[in-house]
């Protein structure tokens, strides 16, 4: 910018050559120059009042507009927008076969701190401590003042905790919708179930994720949005499955027993009509694994899948149906029962002296060991060993539970002559019921292979052909032998015909061969009606003792018999089996007239 001097030297000159005063030159151009800057100033205030009044009418303008779109919009609780993928808190409920709900969900709450926001974080520790026995208040107090900005006060909580909490009235205290797993019956099918636990978790949800049983199993199909909310169906009935725990749960404390499982199964299409393995936990509120000691005696551990055993004179309808599905034997063919049966130095005895010969039929009946010990040496191990195999009792259970796969069945490392001789009566291989159970299956209900499952199904399984019809018929009567004229006479059942077979196992000592002298594996495996098998039981009692007729008893015919006896007669109707009871007829009764 040009600045005009206040003395300019050309007009000075002239004013002075005029007589007049300089001076007045130099004010007049002082006042010129003052009333230019007075007008540029003004122009810039002006243009910055413009400027800050347009922009003040735009703000006023933009908070009008969202005032408006708030008020004729649906009020709802606002939600942190997060990156990652979103939680997802739905989860598909479970039903038993007839539709009945084993598992669903529940809207509850979930209680958080905001502690910046806290006005008495001591009073609000102790008081959630009151509310929440489990929280230690001291431990509350020190995370409120560790300046952490967000504590976890409980993941869920009842209506009432939700009331007493906010009673509290600290603003500090917030709640969080979340959905939780919520199993209305109780502690019934927990083994199958298994629970549910939270796994990413978020203030407005949590995802609900299977930690054990079908929870773990199906979860990816109980979590998918694709399903549209179908539930899944398992194959067990409710009622049969609260019926067998209770008859189990009696009959385990009756016959003193540290622990008892039970499985029921159709022997055509495979369904587990009821599992049972005690003792068992609410899986509402699923226990701890154990850190130490056996896990086996954990409530977790599941006895039916997770548990191999020894099991005793159960194994012996194998070897009698392999031997006469290869024609070595039939159900009249006597066998040689003379004992002890030596091999080098290891005998072989009877539980009690049968005399020099026993049928085929009767070693089964009278459960000889040397009976069965003598027919496995006919079949010999390079055939016993395929035939357990293809009955599926040398492999991990193939049902749908999350545990099944580590319950391994041990085998001998080198299949001997003593133990092809073993096995044939349940001493030296380590299997699960579930397989018991499907390997009964299979012998009974025609000969074909049938794999457990615990999913509904609409038709029988045609598996591969195990032995023939004529076998497993022959088989089924053996074992309804045993139940009318031998082990398992208090197993017999009015009106459903029912057959099994006994196994006492002696248990194996925890470290170090051998077994004990007092301790034992109870297990009854049974099938019913026998003229047209149905269901297979399996009833095991693991250390059972009961004192009767003045002595310790703790074989299978004393102790699993009489509590699978029970179940059957407790269960058979609401499978909806009619007994069918036998009418005696008029024998020796002479009509006469007057």
Not at 29 to 52: I, P
Not at 62 to 90: D, F, H, K, W, Y
Not at 480 to 503: L, M, N, P
Not at 518 to 535: L, R
Request: include cysteine; aromatic fraction near 6%; proline fraction near 6%.
């Amino acid at each position: 910018m040009i600045r005009t001097p206040l003395r300019p030297l050309a007009r000075i000159l002239k004013a002075r050559a005029n007589g007049e005063n300089p001076a007045a030159i130099e004010a007049e151009n002082l006042r010129l120059r003052h009333e230019a800057m007075r007008d540029r100033a003004r122009t810039r205030a002006e243009g910055r009042l413009l400027v800050m009044g347009v922009l003040f009418f735009c703000a006023f303008l933009v908070v009008g507009l969202r005032m408006g779109a708030l008020a004729s919009s649906v009020p709802e609780e606002p939600r942190t927008a997060v990156n990652g993928n979103p939680i997802i808190g739905q989860r598909a409920d479970i039903v038993d076969r007839n539709g009945r709900i084993l598992a669903t969900n529940l809207a509850t709450y979930s209680v958080y701190a905001q502690v910046p926001d806290m006005v008495d974080p001591a009073r609000a520790a102790i008081e959630l401590a009151a509310i929440f026995p489990d929280l230690d208040g001291e431990t509350l107090l020190k995370d409120f003042t560790s300046g952490r900005r967000f504590v976890w006060v409980r993941r869920q909580v009842s209506p009432e905790q939700m009331q007493a909490v906010h009673d509290i009235g600290d603003p500090g205290l917030l709640f969080g919708p979340r959905e939780m797993r919520l199993y209305p019956n109780g502690s019934v099918a927990a083994h199958i179930l298994g629970g549910a636990s939270y796994g990413r978790e978020g203030v407005h949800s949590a995802e609900v994720i299977g930690v054990a049983g079908v929870e773990r199993t199906f979860d990816e199909f109980l979590r998918d949005p694709a399903n549209e909310g179908a539930p899944l169906e398992l194959s067990i009935d409710l009622t049969v499955q609260a019926a067998s725990e209770r008859v189990l749960q009696g009959g385990m404390m009756l016959m003193n027993a540290k622990g008892a499982t039970s499985v029921l199964m159709d022997v055509r299409t495979g369904e587990v009509i009821s599992l049972v393995s005690l003792p068992d936990f609410d899986p509402n509120n699923r226990p701890r694994v154990l850190l130490e000691g056996n896990q086996s005696d954990s409530p977790l551990f599941n006895r039916a899948v997770q548990g191999v055993y020894e099991l005793g004179s159960v194994f012996k309808i194998f070897a009698i149906a392999q031997a006469l599905e290869l024609d070595l034997i039939d159900p009249a063919t006597m066998i040689d029962t003379r004992g002890p049966l030596r091999w080098g130095r290891f005998s072989i005895r009877d539980f009690s002296n049968y005399g020099a010969q026993l049928s085929a039929t009767d070693v089964i009946v009278k459960s000889s060991n040397i009976g069965t010990a003598r027919i496995a040496m006919m079949v010999g191990g390079e055939r016993q060993e395929p035939f357990l195999r293809s009955l599926g009792l040398m492999d991990a259970t193939p049902l749908e539970l999350s545990e099944a796969r580590t319950g391994r069945p041990l085998t001998p490392p080198n299949w001997s002559e003593l133990s092809t001789m073993t096995i044939s009566y349940g001493h030296g291989l380590s299997t699960s019921p579930m397989n018991l159970a499907a390997a009964y299956s299979t012998i009974v209900n025609g000969g074909t292979l049938v794999r457990p499952t615990l999913l509904r199904q609409d038709r029988p399984q045609i598996g591969p052909r195990v032995i023939s019809e004529s076998v497993s018929r022959q088989a089924v009567d053996m074992l309804r032998g045993v139940v009318t004229r031998g082990t398992a006479s208090f197993g017999d059942v009015a009106g459903y015909q029912v057959g099994g077979k006994t196994g006492t196992a002696d248990k194996p000592l925890e470290r170090g061969g051998g077994y004990y002298d007092d301790k034992v594996i109870a297990t009854f495996a049974s099938v019913f009606p026998a003229a047209d098998p149905q269901y297979v039981l399996i009833v095991m009692l693991d250390e059972p003792s009961i004192d009767a007729l003045g002595e310790t008893r703790r074989t299978a015919g004393w102790t699993a018999v009489p509590v699978a006896a029970e179940m059957i007669r407790r269960v058979a109707p609401l499978l909806g089996m009619r007994p069918d009871v036998e009418t005696a007829s008029p024998v020796g009764v002479t009509l006469t007239a007057n």
